[in-house]
């Protein structure tokens, strides 16, 4: 991945409500969620929503599918991995890393 897709992905993510609103998209899953949904789960306005699910696809950490009347907005996941992939890749220079994943998560 292109070091200017990772930072245009980062700087989308980089405001709360589209963090936000991703994070809900990623929680949903393939169902994905149609922006009445995710106005009333996150308590914002329709117009404001608007305008970050905006940035978000264009970002390209989103998509959008029409099914009837209705709009559904789904998490890209290939896109928030490669992302991801893009931030570990040489995790520790090669060396295996001090904590694991499992690790961390017993703390939480």
Known sequence: MEDKYVIKALAALAQPNRLHIFRSLVVK???GLTPARIAEALGMPANTLSFHLKELMNADLITQERSGRHLIYR?????????????????????????SPEEVCKTC
């Open 29 to 31: 899953g393939n169902d």
């Open 75 to 99: 998490a890209q996941y290939d896109r928030m991995n490669a992302v991801l992939s893009y931030l570990s890749q040489n995790c520790c220079q090669g060396e295996v890393c001090e904590v």
